[in-house]
């Protein structure tokens, strides 16, 4: 990365001519990264859409390689995973507050303090290349802002930055950690709840959720084998589901022959999880006829799809809006057994009480388990989000209980471990119906650690490497 040579605010002797203007020169990087977070700050855009068709046509125009792909992604992902961290080292390098920063002004700054404190870019190439890509889309007056701020960042390393505006522990636990692990407080708060325990369970988790996630793939049933993706570059057996692959960094599940032809896919081993407890749970009598209330986008009805078809069994899936059903019908094209997928509101089925042995409700949710993989979440949801998720949780989980037969299992699957959005959903359906009990699902997660008292299950990020699952079992008893 060249340096850049800064027009100093001094006066010129008269006898010395000025500088001539040199034009800012565009970072491909650092502006596609910079595309990226005005896209996720604009429109409400989720990082992991955003990027992929921004890269794809970077690399179609032919000058950009893996290694700017990778530089690219670390940008974007690690400036919206400490953005809360960082706002709180800006805020303390200028003289506004920081909503008088414009948003564009902002990004910028973030990603230059990224560079300088999150990664092993040289100091004067952070500087540099942050104010060259501030004199492109900011134009030269605003650079010179940018120039300032980040010199005085440069300062310090994060850790010193970190004890000079994060409150001390003692002072106040939930802000330390706010600010020490870039959360907003409230999910601080709610993690710490839902967690139990003392500060280390809770510093390991907040930290889990700024790591980079791994790729992890399945193998469909009946359709792929993990022997066939381990014989990928940088594949390794996956850590609880026999059907998952994992992708070290620089694996590219598109380029396996199974992903692109729809035999394998890719799927969190917690969603895994979920899916195969579900599958294995005793039911009483038949087991033919299966449902997954919440399909979209399709990841856990492709698993269950194969796993019924082993067993000559049906699969609905069933999903609200269409273009999501769409999206489940494509991950289920080629499945040997027999399914059918279909738009409905499950909150207003269209099938009938006591149809299925087995359904799957997966609500949806905050995603505050997902925070790894959707790092932009954890700055957008609002405690009062839980309030709007709260009836149709609850009414998916009742509409699951209905269309199950006496014998049957309903598994309530959400990826966040917010216990408004877990147990109390659960222990309110048990308590309005007399005619349902909870089935221990630890033994159904055969060799996976650290899953609490139960019966219901709770994964976690810091203990199993995977997404925040939570996962109850409930038999339809009359």
Not at 14 to 40: I, N, S
Request: glycine share 10%; hydrophobic share 40%.
């Amino acid at each position: 990365i060249r340096s850049t040579f800064f027009v100093s605010d001094t006066p010129r002797r008269a006898d010395k001519p000025g500088k001539p203007y040199r034009r800012p020169k565009k970072d491909r990087v650092r502006m596609l990264a910079f595309e990226a977070l005005r896209a996720v700050d604009e429109r409400d855009a989720y990082a992991n859409l955003v990027l992929p068709p921004l890269l794809r046509k970077a690399r179609e125009k032919g000058d950009f390689d893996g290694r700017d792909a990778a530089l690219a992604t670390e940008l974007v992902y690690g400036t919206l995973r400490r953005q809360g961290t960082y706002d709180a080292i800006i805020s303390a390098c200028v003289d506004r507050p920081l909503r008088e920063v414009d948003p564009p002004v902002l990004d910028v700054l973030s990603l230059g303090v990224h560079q300088l404190l999150g990664t092993r870019i040289p100091t004067h190439a952070a500087v540099s290349a942050s104010v060259e890509l501030a004199r492109v889309v900011l134009g030269d007056g605003r650079a010179k802002f940018v120039n300032a701020v980040l010199r005085k960042v440069a300062q310090d390393d994060l850790d010193t930055w970190i004890e000079r505006v994060a409150p001390p522990y003692d002072d106040d636990p939930e802000d330390h950690l706010a600010v020490v692990h870039s959360h907003p407080r409230w999910v601080v708060s709610a993690l710490w709840d839902s967690l139990g325990g003392g500060r280390a369970g809770i510093e390991e988790l907040l930290a889990a959720d700024n790591e980079r996630p791994e790729v992890t793939l399945v193998a469909r049933p009946g359709r792929a084998t993990t022997e066939e993706l381990l014989a990928a570059e940088a594949a390794v057996p996956g850590r609880w589901s026999p059907y998952a692959v994992r992708l070290s960094e620089g694996g590219e599940p598109g380029a396996l022959d199974a992903v692109r032809e729809g035999r394998a896919g890719v799927q969190d081993e917690g969603s895994q999880l979920v899916a195969l407890a579900l599958a294995d749970a005793p039911v009483d009598g038949r087991d033919e006829r299966w449902l997954d209330g919440c399909a979209g986008p399709g990841g856990k009805a492709a698993l269950l799809g194969a796993l019924a078809a082993e067993r000559g069994a049906f699969l609905l899936a069933s999903e609200k809006q269409p273009h999501r059903a769409g999206l489940v019908a494509r991950a289920l094209h080629g499945n040997p057994g027999p399914y059918q997928v279909i738009a409905a509101d499950g909150t207003r089925p269209p099938w009938r009480p006591g149809s299925f042995d087995r359904v799957l409700m997966d609500v949806p949710c905050t995603g505050l388990g997902a925070l790894r993989r959707r790092p932009e979440a954890r700055w957008r949801r609002r405690p009062e989000d839980l309030e709007g998720f709260a009836p149709l949780q609850r009414d998916l989980l009742r509409s699951a209980l209905e269309a199950v037969r006496v014998g049957g299992v309903v598994g309530y699957a959400t990826c966040s471990p917010h216990l408004a959005e877990t147990r109390a959903v659960v222990q309110d359906l048990l308590k309005q119906h007399p005619d349902a009990e909870l089935i221990d699902a630890r033994p159904l997660l055969p060799g996976v650690p650290d899953l609490g008292e139960g019966p219901d299950v709770q994964l976690w990020p810091h203990l199993h490497g995977t997404d925040a699952m939570y996962l109850a079992l409930i038999r339809r008893t009359g």
